[in-house]
């Protein structure tokens, strides 16, 4: 899980230095403007796009919609492409869509403005996605269209409640504060390694990256499918025992680990100490892995319950 804000005109000029100094700050969504002409551009677009790219932070956008019809919505793609070309995204170009104009009109309006926009960008190689928040997309957007993209949830609760599809951010305040920046600013967690499957496939302003390996029809590896795929694994554990962590519950859990190794559950041991290290997130990643999850390095409870069951199968 990675920490990010995002910012527009609202912030102000950004200092890009301080934020990245914190080391709180892992990506960045910027606002590049809004509505159906480029003289709409965010007035602090270019100085954040800017600042995150000399400050070496992964950065993202965001259109604001004012559209009233479904060409409106391919307009306003079209219009947020010019002001974003020649540049390079880690994070996917999300449609905002928050206008109560836009809700009045239904599921069925609503749907057909994701589609219109992110199907724009999707044909242009950008990674579209949807930002709104969980209240609006319960009762006005269909499941199958939130699933279809990448998925941004405002929601300022202590946990994101949408469950109609997987969110693969989530913007959990509006009233952060970071050195650097002199207003409140809002705050997010990202769940997906977005970079990882940009990148790859060669979207955002990327060329796309191949390897050698299992060949596809093509002769190469598509390692965007890889990283999607392990970008959308379920994760086991939100919290637990991590990197770092020196408690006599860590040493349980190591112990548990070396005994998995000694039946065969796993094949990774490490050092008999308090201390949770690389050997020990090896073992938790492999297992993870092993089981479909995502590789988060957490060992939680249900870790630990599932470890568990596990071994007591191959002991008996």
């Not at 859990?253 to 005994?259: D, G, N, V």
């Not at 999850?293 to 630990?304: Q, R």
Request: glycine letters at 10%; proline letters at 2%; a neutral charge.
């Amino acid at each position: 899980m990675k920490k990010g804000i995002d910012v527009s005109f609202a912030q102000g000029k950004v200092d890009w230095k301080a934020v990245k100094s914190t080391g709180k700050v892992d990506f960045a969504i910027i606002r590049a403007g809004f509505g159906r002409e480029t003289s709409q551009e965010d007035s602090q677009f270019k100085n954040n796009y800017a600042g995150c790219k000399s400050n070496n932070i992964p950065c993202g956008v965001y259109w604001f919609s004012y559209a009233e019809s479904a060409e409106d919505a391919k307009r306003e793609a079209k219009a947020c492409m010019e002001v974003i070309e020649g540049k390079e995204f880690e994070y996917p170009v999300f449609f905002d869509l928050e206008e109560g104009f836009q809700f009045d009109r239904g599921k069925s309006f609503c749907d057909s403005l994701v589609k219109a926009f992110c199907g724009e960008l999707e044909a242009n190689g950008y990674f579209a996605g949807l930002y709104c928040s969980t209240s609006w997309l319960n009762s006005c957007i269909s499941p199958d269209v939130a699933k279809r993209y990448a998925l941004w949830v405002a929601q300022y609760y202590d946990e994101c409640t949408y469950k109609a599809a997987p969110v693969g951010m989530w913007q959990y305040s509006s009233e952060g504060s970071v050195n650097g920046i002199n207003t409140n600013v809002d705050m997010d967690e990202c769940y997906v390694d977005y970079p990882s499957i940009i990148k790859s496939k060669g979207l955002n302003g990327f060329k796309k990256i191949t390897l050698e390996g299992d060949l596809n029809k093509d002769g190469k590896v598509d390692v965007r499918d890889k990283a999607y795929e392990e970008a959308h694994k379920p994760q086991l554990d939100k919290s637990g025992y991590i990197r770092g962590d020196k408690t006599i519950g860590t040493l349980a859990l190591k112990e548990m680990l070396l005994i998995a190794k000694q039946v065969g559950v796993s094949r990774y041991g490490m050092y008999e100490n308090q201390e949770i290290g690389d050997g020990t997130i090896t073992a938790i990643n492999a297992l993870l892995s092993k089981w479909g999850y995502k590789k988060t390095g957490i060992a939680g409870e249900n870790f630990i319950k599932k470890l568990a069951g596990e071994i007591r199968k191959a002991v008996k």
